[in-house]
C-alpha cells in the first residue's frame, strides 16, 4: 500500500535515501518511505522538493517509487531528507480527478454513457466515452455535476478484499482480490481506485465542461474544476470584454455583430476583386511594348491580375517588387521556366509555377537587381 493512500494528508515528511541512481537525463532516488504520489491512472505525479531540490518526476516502477531529480550533489544513500509535496497542485490534482468520478457517475447513471479513459492535463481533464455526447446532455451533464457539488456529498476511502465486498456496487470490476481500494462518494459512487480525492464535493467548488470533440465514435470531453474552472471564466470573461469594447457592443448582441462583421468583409472583398480586376485592365492598357519589365508597388492579385491581361495580349511581362517578390508571365510567347533557369542557377530564388507563369522571392535583396538584369537578358535572346 502506498503511504498517500494511508494519509493523504501529509505533505511534509521526513525520509532517508535508500537508492541512487543516475542517468542521462536526472538522478533517480528512491526512499526509504515516501508520500508523494507517482504519476498513473490518468493523473500526474505530485510536484515538491526532496532537501530543497526540486522533484521533476514521480513514477513506480513494481514495488519501487522513484523520483526524479535534476542532480544529486549533496545528496548520499542513507542520509535524512526532510520531504515536501506541493499543497497547491495535490489539491488541484485531487480536485480534478474527484470530479472525474462525479461526471464519470452522472454520464452512466443518467445517460447510459460509458466512461472509456481519463487523462488530467496541465489546464483541462479529459475523459473519453463510449458515445457520443450531444450539446442537450453536455448541458444536463454539468448542470447535475454542479448540482451534486452544491449537495456536498462525502467522498471516503476504505478498503475491502473480494470476498467481502458484499453489495458494494463497484463501477467498474478491478485487477486486486485483495486491498481494494473503494472510493465512495455519497450514495452515489463507488470505485476502486488508487489516486488522491478531495474529502467532501464542496471543494470542487465549480465544474465546467469547455469542449466536447468527436472522438473514436465516442466523444472527448474537456472539462475544468476547482481553481481551474475559475481562471476558465475569467480568461473568458477578459476575451469577451475586449471583443465588446472593440465592436462598441453588448453581449447579447456579440454573435449577431460579428457575424455581421464577416458577411461585410466578404463583401469588401468581392467588391475588391472586382475594382482590382478592372484597374488591371486599365493599367496595362497603356503598354506598347511586347515585353514589359517593370518594378511595381501593387499586391500580388493586381500583379497577377495584370499579368493574366498582358498574356492574353501576347507579351511577356517582368513584374518585382522591393520586398524580392517576382512574377515572370510569358504565356505562349516563352517559356517561362526556360527562362528563370539560368538566373535560379547563380540566385537564391525561391518559388516556381509552370510554362507560362513563374512566381516566387529572391531572399537576399541585394539580389534583386542582378536576377532581373539576368532574367532581361533571356528575353534578349527570346527577341534575336
Ligand atoms: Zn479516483
Known amino acids: 500500500m502506498k503511504l498517500y493512500q494511508v494519509d493523504q494528508d501529509v505533505l511534509r515528511f521526513t525520509s532517508r535515501i535508500r537508492s541512487v541512481k543516475e542517468k542521462e537525463d536526472g538522478v533517480y532516488i528512491t526512499l526509504h518511505s515516501t508520500y508523494f504520489y507517482p504519476e498513473g491512472g490518468g493523473q500526474p505525479?505530485?510536484?515538491?522538493?526532496?532537501?530543497?531540490?526540486?522533484?521533476?518526476?514521480?513514477?513506480?516502477?513494481?514495488?519501487?517509487?522513484?523520483?526524479?531529480?535534476?542532480?544529486?550533489?549533496?545528496?548520499?544513500?542513507?542520509?535524512?531528507?526532510?520531504?515536501?509535496?506541493?499543497?497547491?497542485?495535490?489539491e488541484d490534482h485531487s480536485i480534478q480527478h474527484t470530479a472525474q468520478h462525479v461526471l464519470t457517475a452522472v454520464l452512466k447513471d443518467q445517460f447510459g454513457v460509458e466512461t472509456l479513459s481519463f487523462h488530467m492535463g496541465k489546464v483541462h481533464a479529459t475523459i473519453d466515452t463510449d458515445l457520443e455526447i450531444s450539446e442537450e446532455v453536455r448541458l444536463q451533464a454539468e448542470q447535475e455535476v454542479n448540482d451534486l457539488i452544491g449537495k456536498n456529498l462525502p467522498v471516503s476511502t476504505y478498503y475491502r478484499d473480494k470476498y467481502n465486498l458484499g453489495d458494494i456496487p463497484l463501477r467498474k470490476a478491478v485487477q486486486v482480490d485483495s486491498n481494494i481500494r473503494i472510493v465512495q462518494i455519497g450514495e452515489i459512487d463507488w470505485c476502486g481506485c488508487g489516486g488522491?480525492?478531495?474529502?467532501?464535493?464542496?471543494?470542487?467548488?465549480?465544474?465546467?465542461?469547455?469542449?466536447?470533440?468527436?472522438?473514436?465514435?465516442?466523444?472527448?470531453?474537456?472539462?475544468?474544476?476547482?481553481?481551474?474552472?475559475?481562471?476558465?471564466?475569467?480568461?473568458?470573461?477578459?476575451a469577451i470584454s475586449k471583443l465588446k469594447a472593440e465592436l462598441g457592443v453588448n453581449l447579447d448582441e456579440l454573435p449577431f455583430r460579428v457575424r455581421q462583421?464577416?458577411?461585410?468583409?466578404?463583401?469588401?472583398?468581392?467588391?475588391?476583386?472586382?475594382?482590382?480586376?478592372?484597374?488591371?485592365?486599365?493599367?496595362?492598357?497603356?503598354?506598347?511594348?511586347?515585353?514589359?519589365?517593370?518594378?511595381?508597388?501593387?499586391?500580388?492579385?493586381?500583379?497577377?491580375?495584370?499579368?493574366?491581361?498582358?498574356?492574353?495580349?501576347?507579351?511577356?511581362?517582368?513584374?518585382?517588387?522591393?520586398?524580392?517578390?517576382?512574377?515572370?508571365?510569358?504565356?505562349?510567347?516563352?517559356?517561362?521556366?526556360?527562362?528563370?533557369?539560368?538566373?535560379?542557377?547563380?540566385?537564391?530564388?525561391r518559388g516556381g509555377g509552370g510554362k507560362t507563369m513563374q512566381q516566387g522571392f529572391i531572399e537576399v535583396s541585394e539580389e534583386i537587381g542582378p536576377f532581373i538584369s539576368r532574367i532581361y537578358e533571356g528575353l534578349l535572346k527570346l527577341e534575336l
Not at 531529480?69 to 535524512?80: R, V
Not at 474537456?222 to 481553481?227: I, K, L, P
Open 261 to 349: 462583421v464577416k458577411e461585410e468583409r466578404d463583401e469588401y472583398r468581392k467588391a475588391y476583386g472586382a475594382l482590382t480586376l478592372d484597374l488591371a485592365r486599365a493599367l496595362v492598357e497603356n503598354y506598347e511594348e511586347d515585353t514589359v519589365v517593370q518594378e511595381v508597388e501593387y499586391e500580388d492579385e493586381l500583379i497577377k491580375a495584370m499579368g493574366n491581361h498582358l498574356m492574353k495580349k501576347e507579351k511577356i511581362a517582368v513584374f518585382y517588387r522591393k520586398d524580392g517578390r517576382i512574377f515572370i508571365f510569358t504565356g505562349e510567347s516563352a517559356d517561362a521556366k526556360e527562362l528563370v533557369r539560368p538566373a535560379r542557377e547563380e540566385f537564391r530564388f
Open 196 to 238: 488522491t480525492h478531495v474529502k467532501s464535493l464542496k471543494d470542487l467548488r465549480l465544474f465546467k465542461i469547455t469542449a466536447v470533440e468527436k472522438y473514436k465514435g465516442g466523444s472527448r470531453i474537456f472539462y475544468v474544476a476547482g481553481e481551474r474552472a475559475y481562471r476558465y471564466l475569467y480568461d473568458m470573461e477578459d
Open 45 to 90: 505525479a505530485d510536484q515538491g522538493t526532496v532537501n530543497g531540490k526540486e522533484v521533476l518526476d514521480v513514477f513506480s516502477e513494481g514495488e519501487e517509487i522513484y523520483h526524479k531529480l535534476a542532480s544529486f550533489s549533496g545528496l548520499t544513500i542513507n542520509m535524512p531528507v526532510e520531504c515536501v509535496i506541493d499543497q497547491k497542485v495535490r
